[in-house]
């Protein structure tokens, strides 16, 4: 493990145990090495992994956390060696600040699968400072060069920040598994995930099915770019479209049907799961022996994918459907994240940090 002796202050919101509220605290940033990019954040989107994690549902947590994987900011300073980015750039940091850059995967430009395990934005292991990795709710992050990107200047900032996670995290499956023009996609829930699963889907030419159990939210899926939304509790609505989708991108991270949507799969068609249900879905074998179907997953993606992800949304002026709020009214969002009450994302101010 490198460790640095050179530290500054920074303030963030961090939370001590799965049942406290975030609250105001005083954390360390290390200065920056010889590649190191330090950034003022501007603004931060609330994932639901954050929630997640501060609360320690997936029983990995190490206390104290500063959630905050969707980044973006200002240089303000560089090391000596830095050579892609300069004071005063405007940069983003998603899921990932490091990984071990060796293995075979992190050759093949896929960090988010190193096999030594990718140091994640945070609450993973921080071999600069010791301790865990604080991300984005807070002032100012200091993050190697190779794990830093450039956000198109015609994009905006806030609305710019969750394409860090819930823009790869959608964009990375619909380019692995070939949607453009001709192919018919379709996109299950419309929330953060899945509302710019659609606008990206779009953009790549397809025709667009979302799938929705809120009839309220047809108007919306439209505005956003579906050519068709289906109630997905309506069987008729669903038997229409039996075996004809080419992909599916399945955002639900709640327990549900999934056979219902294997179904409706052509031959060779795949479903993608990016949403993550606490709960195990039931799969019949049945329905993916017919057709030659394919249930796969993905997870975010590599830099080099997610800065192609960033120019992409830069030429189509895609960025994600936003709510700001101040810092001091994060628990709030987190509460009514759970009840999904947002459109789409929350993306935290982060001049409101005083």
């Given amino acids: 493990m490198l460790l640095v002796e050179s530290m500054s202050n920074a303030k963030a919101y961090s939370t001590q145990s799965a049942t406290s509220p975030l609250a105001l605290a005083t954390i360390k940033r290390r200065e920056p090495t010889p590649h190191d990019v330090q950034i003022k954040i501007l603004f931060c989107g609330v994932c639901h992994t954050d929630l997640h994690i501060a609360r320690n549902d997936w029983k990995g947590s190490t206390y104290p956390v500063v959630p905050g994987h969707e980044i973006v900011g200002h240089v303000t300073g560089v090391g000596a060696h830095v050579?892609?980015?300069k004071v005063g750039d405007t940069v983003g940091v998603g899921c990932m600040v490091d990984s071990c850059r060796e293995c075979d995967n992190c050759k093949e430009g896929f960090e988010q699968f190193c096999e030594k395990g990718a140091i994640f934005t945070y609450n993973a292991p921080d071999k600069h400072l010791g301790g865990m990795t604080f991300g984005g709710y807070s002032d100012s992050v200091v993050v190697d060069e190779s794990y830093v990107?450039?956000?198109p200047k015609n994009l905006d900032l806030a609305a710019a920040a969750p394409l860090l996670c819930a823009g790869i995290t959608t964009y990375s499956p619909l380019r692995h598994h070939g949607v453009s023009a001709g192919k018919k996609v379709g996109i299950v829930g419309l929330g953060g995930l899945g509302h710019m699963g659609v606008k990206l889907a779009k953009a790549f030419g397809a025709h667009v099915v979302v799938f929705t159990t809120s009839s309220h939210k047809?108007?919306?899926a439209l505005?956003?770019?579906a050519d068709e939304v289906v109630n997905s509790k309506n069987a008729d609505e669903m038997a229409k479209h039996a075996s004809s989708f080419?992909?599916?991108?399945?955002t639900v991270a709640?327990?549900?049907?999934?056979?219902a949507y294997l179904q409706l799969l052509k031959r060779d068609g795949t479903l993608t799961q990016v949403g993550v249900p606490a709960e195990p879905l039931d799969v019949?074998?049945?329905?993916?022996?017919?057709?030659?179907?394919?249930f796969t997953g993905s997870l975010i993606g590599g830099i080099a994918e997610t800065q192609e992800m960033l120019d992409f949304c830069g030429q189509h002026n895609i960025t994600?459907?936003?709510e700001i709020i101040p810092i001091q009214k994060i628990n709030e969002a987190y509460e009514r994240l759970l009840k999904s009450d947002v459109k789409y994302r929350f993306v935290i101010d982060m001049a409101t940090l005083q």
Avoid: E, M, P
């Fill in 284 to 294: 019949q074998v049945f329905n993916l022996i017919l057709n030659r179907r394919s």
């Fill in 246 to 250: 080419h992909f599916i991108l399945d």
């Fill in 83 to 85: 050579k892609k980015f």
């Fill in 223 to 225: 505005r956003l770019g």
């Fill in 149 to 151: 990107l450039s956000i």
């Fill in 254 to 259: 709640a327990k549900h049907d999934i056979n």
């Fill in 320 to 322: 994600s459907d936003i």
């Fill in 218 to 220: 047809t108007a919306d």
